[in-house]
């Protein structure tokens, strides 16, 4: 009996993909070549999975090209590169990482948190300059974390990683905002205390977005979302591009109407809107919030066992439109 094709769309551990071989016929694209649509259509159309990252695209016209394609195993959490209502409607199964990476992420949400309050960034850039000539009682002053309010807008796992670390790490008052609220034994074991989005946006010294994207959630922070916030607070954004008005932003940044933001998602990623790359107030960093190694193999090797669990006996371990599975 012949192997299923497997497309792997990105580049990824060959250790990985060592696994995958020993399951399937193995398209590998280990050049790590970004594709047009024409150019994912034409790599997929006689596969029956596609193992995917959280950038090519999978939307009613991949799939119309592609009807042999069975299954979708992304090794991103967020899925939204996955048209989830087409792919249900043509029968093919999306699967994601969760959980895998909720750790590593919280870490690093909090460690941008910290950059962008001590104004790394922009310190180490005048350093490198040549700038630093004598202390100076001002110099780069930035924003208290310990003890500060922390504002978390979106409290699934790793939001409340960050709460976590937040309270009982360096003492801070945490409130959050979410479509819904915790159970009160979670906001006991986050210290967390829930409140209306404007009062999150009026309150938080410092304000984390890990929110997941969705129509709902586009340009949930934008100009009068910024408003609202102290002059003095920071945001960070680790959830999605598209999730903040990132001109607006850069414009707030520019009329310093918050203090400074880090990011590490973007509208249009790749590509950075030109007005951020032009404010020295805000911390940039190219989607790396789950970038080490241990986590990102995890987070490829669970991939890899939705691949297999699917066509082994349509077991995949994390599917997000398990309606079907139910299809004979």
Not at 39 to 60: N, P, V, Y
Not at 121 to 129: G, I, K, P, Q, V
């Amino acid at each position: 009996m012949s192997k299923p094709k497997i497309f792997v769309a990105r580049a990824i551990f060959p250790e990985v993909i060592s696994r995958l071989e020993e399951h399937f016929e193995v398209q590998a694209n280990q050049a790590d070549k970004a594709w047009t649509k024409a150019e994912l259509i034409a790599q997929l159309h006689d596969k029956d999975g596609a193992f995917m990252t959280g950038s090519d695209r999978i939307d009613a016209d991949v799939l119309a090209a592609c009807p042999q394609l069975k299954i979708c195993s992304t090794m991103a959490v967020g899925y939204n590169n996955l048209d989830i209502d087409a792919m249900t409607a043509a029968g093919v199964l999306a699967t994601n990482a969760p959980d895998v990476l909720t750790e590593t992420t919280a870490d690093f949400g909090f460690a941008l948190l910290m950059a962008t309050a001590r104004r790394m960034t922009e310190s180490e850039h005048y350093l490198r300059a040549g700038k630093w000539t004598q202390w100076s009682y001002d110099m780069f002053a930035g924003a208290d974390i310990h003890g500060a309010t922390l504002g978390i807008l979106g409290m699934g796992r790793i939001g409340q990683g960050i709460a976590k670390r937040g309270a009982l790490g360096f003492g801070m008052k945490v409130i959050y905002h979410n479509r819904s609220r915790l159970a009160p034994e979670l906001e006991a074991e986050c210290k967390a205390r829930y409140v209306s989005k404007e009062e999150l946006l009026k309150t938080a010294d410092h304000l984390v977005l890990v929110l997941p994207y969705s129509a709902a959630s586009h340009h949930s922070i934008g100009a009068a979302e910024l408003a609202l916030m102290k002059p003095s607070a920071t945001l960070i954004n680790i959830a999605r591009g598209g999730i903040v008005d990132d001109a607006a932003l850069a414009a707030a940044l520019r009329d310093k109407r918050i203090a400074a933001a880090g990011l590490d998602v973007f509208e249009g990623e790749p590509k950075v809107h030109p007005d951020l790359l032009t404010v020295p107030n805000v911390v940039l960093t190219p989607h790396i919030a789950s970038a080490t190694v241990p986590t990102r193999l995890a987070m490829a090797n669970l991939a890899t066992d939705n691949l297999i669990g699917f066509f082994k006996d349509k077991k995949p371990l994390t599917p997000i439109n398990p309606a079907v599975l139910a299809i004979k």
